[in-house]
C-alpha cells in the first residue's frame, strides 16, 4: 500500500484503495466508550495509560486545529481512550467543515491512528485491481453485489477478463454479505459470478422508444490471488480526432507524485510526458476525467494546473490557505503559485477552457483543480455534483505515544480568494452514471456516457444516442448504497512546504 508518509497537510481524509468515509467514522463511533470516574470499567488501565498522550493530543488540537476555539470550549477529561478523547475535540458544526454532518452524512475529515497503521494513498498495492461500487438490497442491507467502474491494465481482474460494467453477484458461490466488501477487493484465488447486461428497445408508443434491461451474459470467471501491483494514477491517455478537433483525453485517479512518497516523482514524470505528447500533438481540447479521483498531494495538483493553465497565468497566484484565527495573525494566508513558464515549456497547453468530468468521489484537490483554474479560463464540469471539501490537514506525530494526528487545519481559496464549495461543484451537466447502467462503456470510448456529453459540448452539437433510460431501480431490485460507503473515500490535498515543516518541527515529538 505505499510508505508512510510524514511531514504534510493532507486535504481529506482515506486511503485510495482503503476503507469509506463512512465506514471511518462507523469506526470511530464503535470505539466510543462513555466516560467513568475513577475507571472502575478499565480493568487494564487502558484509560490511564491514555490519559498522557490524551494531554499530548489536546495541546496540539488546541493549537492546529482549524476550529480550535470548539477544541478550546472543551472541559477535557483526559481519562479516556485516545481514540474516544480526539473525537470529543472535533466540531460537527454545520458551519464548519470538518467532514459533513447534515441528513444521511454523518462523518470527520479528522482522525488519528496508532503507529503503524498510516492510511497508504496510491502506489504498490496488493489487489485484485479492479475499483467497484457496491449495491445492497433494501431490506435486509445486505451487499450483493458490486458494479465494476474500471480495471488496472495487467491485473489479475484483467487476466480474469474482468471489465467495466460488470456485476459480480458472488464470491466462490456465496453472496458478498453485510461489510465484507474486502472479498471483491483482495484475496486469494476465487471464482466470481458475473452478469453484463444492457439496454435492449422493447417498443415504441407515440415516438417514444420503451427500454428494458437485458442480461447479455451470466456465468463464472476464475481470478488469480491478490498481487502486488505498482498502480500508477494514470489510468488511460489518449488523443480522440471528432468533429475535425484533436481532443486530448486523461483519465487521472489521484493526485500522487511516486509509489514511495513525496520524494519519489515517478508520477508526476509519468504526467509530463502525457503532456508532452499532447503539446506535440498540438490538441485543441482538453476532457481531464476526474470522477474517480479523491484527491493526494497539492504538488503534483499544482503541476497538473500549471501544464493546463494559460501561459499568462504561470507564475500567478494558484491558491491560497488559511489557518485558524491564533496561526493566521502568525501567518496571515498562506500563498502558492503556478510553476514559472521556464519550467513548463515543454508540456503547457495554453488552454483557455477545460472539461472536466466528474462523479460521486471527485474531491479535494480534484476540486482544488476547478477553484484554482477557474480565475483563469472556462472550467465546463460534466457529471454530477463534487464532495465539496475546501479544507485540509496537517500530520502531526509523536513517537512516544505512538500516535499521528490528522487534524483540519486549513482552508484553501483561489486567486480571487473564492472557497465556496463546501457543498460541492454542481456540474453545468449533470450526467449520472451510475443511474444509466447500461452505459458503463470503456472509459477513452466515444459512445461512453460523459464522453458523449462531453464530446458534443466541445463541437456544440446534439448529444448522440440518448436514450429515454428506465426510472426504476437497478437490475434485479438492487438498490446503490451511496457513495460514502464505497471503500473509496475522501482522501485530500497534501501540502509539503516550508511553512509544513517549520510548524512540524516545532509541534511533533
Given at each position: ?55 499530548w493530543i489536546y495541546s496540539q488540537m488546541a493549537t492546529q486545529y482549524l476550529y480550535n476555539d470548539y477544541t478550546k470550549s472543551i472541559k477535557p477529561n483526559y481519562n479516556q481512550t485516545c481514540e474516544v478523547f480526539f473525537s470529543q475535540l472535533l466540531s460537527r ?157 486523461l483519465v487521472y485517479n489521484e493526485f500522487n507524485t511516486g509509489p514511495s512518497g513525496v520524494s519519489d516523482v515517478t508520477y508526476d514524470n509519468q504526467l509530463k510526458e502525457v503532456f508532452a505528447s499532447f503539446q506535440q500533438e498540438k490538441i485543441d481540447e482538453l ?223
Open positions: 500500500m505505499g510508505k508512510k508518509k510524514t511531514l504534510f497537510f493532507v486535504y481529506g481524509d482515506m486511503g485510495r484503495w482503503c476503507i469509506s468515509v463512512l465506514s471511518c467514522c462507523l469506526l470511530m463511533i464503535s470505539c466510543t466508550k462513555d466516560p467513568v470516574d475513577g475507571n472502575p470499567g478499565d480493568p487494564d488501565g487502558t484509560y490511564t495509560a491514555d490519559a498522557a498522550a490524551n494531554q458544526d454545520t458551519t464548519d467543515n470538518d467532514g459533513k454532518h447534515t441528513g444521511d452524512k454523518n462523518y470527520f475529515y479528522s482522525y488519528m491512528e496508532r503507529t503503524g497503521q498510516t492510511k497508504a494513498t496510491s502506489g504498490i498495492v496488493s489487489e485484485y485491481g479492479m475499483e467497484c461500487v457496491y449495491y445492497y438490497t433494501g431490506v435486509s442491507r445486505q451487499y450483493v453485489s458490486a458494479r465494476v467502474l474500471f480495471v488496472v491494465d495487467g491485473s489479475p481482474a484483467d487476466r480474469a477478463g474482468i471489465r467495466r460494467g460488470d456485476w459480480i453477484v458472488g464470491v466462490d458461490g456465496l453472496p458478498i454479505g453485510a461489510n465484507q466488501t474486502s472479498v471483491v477487493e483482495s484475496g486469494g484465488a476465487a471464482k466470481l459470478q458475473i452478469e453484463r447486461m444492457a439496454l435492449r428497445q422493447i417498443d415504441t408508443i407515440d415516438g417514444f422508444e420503451i427500454y428494458d434491461y437485458e442480461t447479455t451474459y451470466k456465468g463464472t470467471v476464475a481470478i488469480e490471488a491478490a498481487e502486488s501491483m505498482d498502480v500508477s494514477p494514470i489510468l488511460m491517455d489518449t488523443v480522440i480526432n471528432y468533429g475535425g478537433k484533436k481532443i486530448g483525453y476532457i481531464l476525467d476526474m470522477r474517480y479521483n479523491p484527491g493526494g498531494y497539492v504538488s503534483s495538483c499544482q503541476l497538473l494546473c500549471s501544464m493546463i493553465a494559460p501561459r499568462s497565468a504561470l507564475g500567478d497566484v494558484f491558491c491560497y490557505r488559511k489557518m485558524n484565527e491564533d496561526l493566521d495573525r502568525i501567518y496571515g494566508m498562506v500563498e502558492m503559485d503556478f510553476l514559472n513558464e521556464g519550467e513548463m515549456a515543454p508540456y503547457n497547453l495554453d488552454l483557455d477552457r477545460l472539461f472536466v468530468l466528474s462523479g460521486v468521489y471527485t474531491a479535494s484537490a480534484s476540486e482544488l483543480v476547478i477553484n484554482s483554474l477557474r480565475p483563469y479560463m472556462n472550467v465546463y464540469l460534466i457529471g454530477t455534483q463534487t464532495e465539496g471539501k475546501n479544507v485540509g490537514s496537517i500530520e502531526i506525530s509523536s513517537s512516544a505515544y505512538g500516535i499521528t494526528l490528522h487534524p483540519i487545519y486549513s482552508q484553501a481559496f483561489n486567486k480571487n480568494k473564492k472557497s465556496d464549495y463546501s457543498k460541492g461543484f454542481i456540474p453545468d451537466e449533470e450526467v449520472d452514471e451510475i443511474k444509466n447502467q447500461d452505459q458503463l462503456l470503456p472509459l477513452g470510448d466515444s459512445k461512453e456516457l460523459l464522453m458523449r456529453y462531453a464530446l458534443a459540448r466541445i463541437t456544440n452539437t446534439p448529444v448522440p444516442g440518448t436514450k429515454s433510460l428506465p426510472t426504476t431501480s437497478v437490475p434485479s431490485g438492487k438498490e446503490w448504497m451511496g457513495k460514502n460507503q464505497s471503500r473509496r473515500g475522501v482522501q485530500g490535498m497534501i501540502f509539503t512546504d516550508s511553512l509544513t515543516l517549520d510548524i512540524k518541527a516545532k509541534t511533533a515529538e
